[in-house]
């Protein structure tokens, strides 16, 4: 019975929306995708399931990503948006966007295990796609695999009860 019990009411917390992040790029804990009825905007904290790219097939291969319910078996990403569609992405030692410094955008020329980092080419973020960020130093972000399709946001992200370490 406590076993249905579990099934039961992780069932009914991923219909409504709710997701736990255990991982660093935001606070752990509970988070809730809300439904977004307007497009993607700059500041947008969202959730988002990563395309399947060459890149992400490299990331989910070196455990950047973990296994959920998106295509290609990954969990959705939270992010924020950080450039849209028709603006200027600049990546160099930080990334700015329209001229204007990204804060705590700083590239790592390597992750956590050594292992070489290339960063994503500059440019114009293209119709229909988004340029996302994380501040968490390790965040394995746009800054590396580029903007994505805005057709994979969920919703936007919204704390629910988290742990601060």
Same mark, same amino acid.
Request: aromatic letters at 8%.
């Given at each position: 019975?406590?076993?249905?019990a ?5 069932? @009914?917390?991923?219909?409504?929306? &709710? ?8 606070p ?8 977004? &009825?307007?497009?993607?905007a700059?500041n947008?904290?969202? !959730?988002?399931?990563?395309?399947? @790219? ?18 290609? +078996?990954?969990a959705?990403?939270?992010? @924020? #948006? ?5 603006q ?7 990334? @700015? ?6 804060? /705590?955008?700083?590239?790592a ?10 960063? /994503? ?9 988004? !340029?996302?960020?994380?501040? !968490? ?14 057709? +994979? ?6 704390? #629910?009860?988290?742990?601060a370490?």
């Open positions: 019975m406590a076993a249905l579990a099934i039961l009411s992780i069932g @009914t917390a991923l219909i409504g929306g &709710y997701r736990i992040n255990l991982t660093p790029s935001e752990l804990g509970l988070w809730r995708i809300l439904p977004l &009825y307007r497009p993607v700059v947008d904290l969202v !959730f988002i399931c990563p395309p399947e @790219t060459a890149e992400m097939g490299v990331a989910r291969a070196r455990g950047y990503l973990r296994s959920g319910s998106c295509p290609g +078996g990954v959705p990403l939270i992010k @924020t #948006v950080i450039a849209v569609a028709g200027h992405v600049e990546i160099g030692a930080r990334v @700015t966007v329209d001229r204007r410094v990204v804060s /705590s955008s700083s590239l020329p390597r992750d956590g295990k050594g292992r070489p980092l290339a960063p /994503s080419p500059s440019g114009i973020v293209p119709p229909g796609y988004i !340029f996302l960020h994380s501040s !968490f130093p390790g965040s394995y972000d746009s800054r590396y695999y580029g903007p994505v399709p805005a057709s +994979g946001v969920l919703g936007l992200a919204q704390e #629910v009860l988290n742990y370490p």
